[in-house]
């Protein structure tokens, strides 16, 4: 064997050692995004558990759902900040520590009022864990792979709709609701242990130091607030149609109850296919993607307005409402890594804030709509027009950078320093 041969064998293993390293540390952020994404969700599954046992009324039940996202949107960002300046990793594991203790409370909870602050805490850690990690994801990879890398952490949030929600909503028809959250906890303390083991202890070269006021300028920018805002719109009109899909598909559709766990499961492979392919087309071009996913969930919830009555129809464009909302997750976090540059954690984070204040703004319209007697399928129609909206945000950005770029291509070149004359004598 060859000098060459071997230096080429070596290259080759240690490439394959990589990606290895690499594919566990991923899957280790995808397990608690897993463990994240089933307790969101699973509260709905077993609400009239939780109101029977406690002794409340379903609508008061439906409040620790609200609590959750309220945990969310302020966990965030503070966490985040409060974190920047410790190692990735130990705030990883940490926030999937504080996450696996909310849900130990809530499966103890004494009564309503305990079982309220356990959600809170539970949500608390949700942004921050998923801002963090897509920029952990982000740094191990070339910035070409960065969409595929983030795409893979949020994989597991898009599975837990998939099989964490339907199983744990099982777990806790069968055996008790406090066992569904014993579940999660148990999923919580094993991605607890997979961040410590699998991802790296020390920042990749292209992590630069983070600094707050740093962060917070970032903040500040146009383009970054557009993105945000786009988020907020296109996440929107999703939860407007999701939010009363159970009720227009049997109300409406005439499906049966029975039907709507399999329904959800086809809008949660809808969910899956579009985290994965958004990932891939981010990498491509962020902005393309991101408008195509946007045009593509508002024509799909239109769409769905006038199929409801045929099932057949309805199932696969419910299917594509799924694809496209999860396929601008890693769209738009893709370009607001590029935006923000140097200083992505607090926007990153930020994002998830934004998810879910779109998970409250896209229900509160989609009920409002149907409370106006307009009807159930006039949720989807809703849902559009914040997407619409959040096209015309995109559309927007995208004209201030064009501008952007036109005036430094036409900006005057600087002076040449003149030398100085000659010293005469």
């Known amino acids: 064997m060859t000098e060459a041969t071997e230096a080429t064998e070596a290259t080759e293993a240690a490439r394959t050692a990589e990606h290895g390293a690499l594919g566990r540390a991923l899957l280790a952020l995808a397990l608690g995004g897993f463990g994240i994404g089933t307790t969101e969700f699973v509260m709905m599954g077993v609400l009239p558990e939780v109101a029977g046992d406690l002794r409340v009324s379903v609508p008061s039940a439906g409040h620790l759902i609200s609590m959750y996202a309220l945990g969310v949107v302020v966990g965030a960002p503070l966490l985040t900040a409060a974190t920047m300046r410790l190692p990735r990793r130990r705030v990883l594991a940490g926030l999937m520590a504080l996450f696996t203790a909310g849900n130990l409370l809530s499966a103890v909870a004494p009564g309503y009022v305990t079982l309220m602050l356990a959600r809170l805490l539970s949500g608390l850690p949700h942004g921050a864990f998923f801002g963090v990690g897509a920029v ?38 069968l055996f008790g609701w406090r066992w569904t959250f014993v579940l999660v906890a148990a999923i919580g303390a094993v991605a607890v242990a997979a961040v410590l083991a699998l991802v790296p202890a020390r920042p990749s070269a292209a992590e630069a130091a983070p600094s707050l006021r740093t962060e917070l300028r970032v903040l500040r920018r146009p383009q970054v607030l557009l993105s945000m805002g786009v988020i907020v719109l296109g996440f929107g009109g999703l939860f407007a149609c999701y939010s009363y899909v159970a009720p227009m598909m049997t109300q409406e559709g005439g499906l049966p109850a029975g039907a709507i766990t399999p329904l959800l499961v086809v809008v949660g492979l809808g969910m899956t296919a579009g985290s994965l392919l958004g990932g891939r087309f981010a990498d491509r071009d962020a902005t393309r993607t991101t408008i195509a996913c ?10 769905l307005a006038a199929a409801v009555p045929v099932p057949w129809l309805a199932v696969p464009l419910l299917f594509a409402v799924g694809l496209f909302s999860l396929a601008l997750g890693p769209a ?51 849902g559009a027009a914040l997407v ?38």
């Open 332 to 382: 738009v976090q893709t370009r607001l890594l590029e935006q923000a540059g140097d200083a992505p954690a607090l926007v990153s984070s930020g994002l998830h804030s934004g998810a879910n204040l779109a998970n409250s703004i896209g229900a509160w319209l989609g009920g409002l709509v149907i409370a106006a007697g307009l009807g159930l399928r006039a949720a989807n129609l809703a």
């Open 294 to 303: 946007l045009a593509g969930l508002a024509v799909a919830l239109v769409a």
């Open 136 to 173: 952990v994801a982000a740094s191990l990879v070339e910035p070409a792979r960065r969409g595929r890398a983030v795409s893979m952490m949020f994989l597991g949030l898009t599975v837990a709709n998939v099989v964490g929600v339907p199983g744990g909503t099982l777990v806790g028809q």
């Open 388 to 425: 619409a909206a959040g096209l015309s945000l995109l559309l927007t950005g995208v004209a201030l950078e064009a501008r952007g770029r036109r005036r430094r291509a036409t900006a005057p070149a600087p002076a040449l320093d003149r030398p100085e004359p000659a010293h005469r004598s």
